[in-house]
T-cell receptor, first 110, second 115 residues
Framework: QKEVEQDPGPLSVPEGAIVSLNCTYS??????FMWYRQYSRKGPELLMYTYSSGNKEDGRFTAQVDKSSKYISLFIRDSQPSDSATYLCAMSGTGNQFYFGTGTSLTVIP | DAGVIQSPRHEVTEMGQEVTLRCKPI?????LFWYRQTMMRGLELLIY????????DSGMPEDRFSAKMPNASFSTLKIQPSEPRDSAVYFCASRLTSGGQETQYFGPGTRLLVL
């Protein structure tokens, strides 16, 4: 079993829709949870960063962590065509190594 | 800050040739990571350094791959000899480890095609 599981999609939604992206993980030692956004032919860029369980909001983006279920989510409200990208979840414990999901491809249709 | 800098951005080479990828981490960062990304396998960690010292190279696929970090501002990933299955995008990322869990910042990647 992989450390981190993520549905690759692709996901296609109309502009203005609410998008929900999810990852599950198996290692209960993970404490730090991140979402990266990767545009085509670019490097991943950090979008959201949370520690332990709970919610974090930044503009149209909300990250949720449920450690009891080993499940994290990223919600995008009022999605825009500029949100079209691949979204990667990542997580780590106390060590240096990050564990990445395979990414979910999102297209927001105008 | 210029961010993580990688060169070259694109590399096309023939099977059997040596390939050297370069990375300049963000100034002040003390950890550096090399990743490979393919459609099939996603983002794979190859090796990472802490304070210029290789810590974990278990992701390096074979002896054909080697990485060095001679100083805090420069690292190389070398493939010799290269093979078509090495074709991928190679990313370098850096991070400041200072007791918290500060995240990694990625470079733009090197797109490698081995013919």
């Amino acid at each position: 079993q992989k450390e981190v599981e993520q549905d690759p999609g692709p996901l296609s939604v109309p502009e203005g829709a609410i998008v929900s992206l999810n990852c599950t993980y198996s290692n209960s030692a993970f404490q730090y949870f991140m979402w990266y956004r990767q545009y085509s032919r670019k490097g991943p860029e950090l979008l959201m960063y949370t520690y332990s369980s709970g919610n974090k909001e930044d503009g149209r983006f909300t990250a949720q962590v449920d450690k009891s279920s080993k499940y994290i989510s990223l919600f995008i409200r009022d999605s825009q065509p500029s949100d079209s990208a691949t979204y990667l979840c990542a997580m780590s414990g106390t060590g240096n190594q990050f564990y990445f999901g395979t990414g979910t491809s999102l297209t927001v249709i105008p | 800050d210029a961010g993580v800098i990688q060169s070259p951005r694109h590399e096309v080479t023939e099977m059997g040739q040596e390939v050297t990828l370069r990375c300049k981490p963000i100034s002040g960062h003390n950890s550096l990571f090399w990743y490979r990304q393919t459609m099939m396998r996603g983002l794979e960690l190859l090796i990472y350094f802490n304070n210029n010292v290789p810590i974990d190279d278990s992701g390096m696929p074979e002896d054909r791959f080697s990485a060095k970090m001679p100083n805090a501002s420069f690292s190389t990933l070398k493939i010799q000899p290269s093979e078509p299955r090495d074709s991928a995008v190679y990313f370098c990322a850096s991070r400041l480890t200072s007791g918290g869990q500060e995240t990694q910042y990625f470079g733009p990647g090197t797109r490698l095609l081995v013919l």
